[in-house]
């Protein structure tokens, strides 16, 4: 069984750096997309990029500029920094596993516990 | 962008059967995975594909997918699926419905 720890800052000041952490247990890392996933307060859920073992990234365009995801398969971990936070990427973070079933066929199948992140002057 | 539209509520009574919509352009062309999400819990995946049924969702569970409308239906309502749902689709990136809460009266 598949299990994702994350851990990282829960309080952070506008314009500081977030940053994030999700270690893979029990699975491969290879042939999988990893990616992050964050639901604002009363919010619905907003997919923010991924990542592949071989260091494959793709981002939400709105974000791209301010996100860089990376991974270290020999850890089994992989990681999300954004830059220049404000009040509005306060959130609850997740990271997840991209399954594939199929051409544009990428659900998620396996989730982190979700880390609240507080971002308050 | 691709954009996917949910209900904002949905109330069925305990029992019967409620249906989640998830509308988007010939969303009946791609791949529609449903997710259910309690407070303070991680989402789960409880149909992908449009109507796969992951290991352990039960059989009340079912989906569809044509046209313009892609739909989760939960048939037996019990009080424990009082949550909110989420559609999601792949279009060049992965795109998120707005979220349907069910309410279970």
């Known amino acids: 069984q598949v299990q994702l720890q994350q851990w990282g800052a829960g309080l952070l000041k506008p314009s500081e750096t977030l940053s994030l952490t999700c270690a893979v247990y029990?699975?491969?890392?290879?042939?999988?997309?990893w990616t992050w996933i964050r639901q604002p307060p009363g919010r619905g859920l907003e997919w923010i990029g991924q990542i592949n073992h071989s260091g494959t990234t793709t981002y939400k365009p709105s974000l791209k500029s301010r996100v860089t995801i990376s991974a270290a398969p020999s850890k089994k971990q992989f990681s999300l920094k954004m830059t220049s936070v404000t009040a509005a990427d306060t959130a609850v973070y997740f990271c997840?596993?991209?399954?594939?079933?199929?051409?544009?066929?990428?659900?998620?199948?396996?989730w982190g516990q979700g880390h609240l992140v507080t971002v308050s002057s | 962008s691709y954009e996917v539209t949910q209900p904002l509520s949905v109330s069925v009574a305990l029992g019967q059967t409620a249906r989640i919509s998830c509308g988007g352009y010939?969303?009946?062309?791609?791949?529609v995975h449903w997710y259910q999400h309690k407070p303070g819990q991680a989402p789960v995946l409880v149909m992908f594909s449009n109507h796969n049924r992951p290991s352990g969702i039960p059989e009340r569970f079912s989906g569809s997918n044509s046209g313009n409308t892609a739909t989760l239906t939960i048939s037996r309502v019990q009080a424990g699926d009082e949550a909110d749902y989420y559609c999601?689709?792949?279009?060049?990136?992965?795109?998120f419905g707005g979220g349907t809460k069910l309410t279970v009266l």
């Open positions: 997840a596993r991209l399954a594939y079933c199929g051409a544009d066929c990428y659900p998620v199948d396996n």
């Open positions: 010939n969303i009946g062309s791609k791949s």
């Open positions: 999601q689709v792949w279009d060049i990136t992965m795109v």
């Open positions: 029990g699975g491969s890392f290879s042939g999988y997309y």
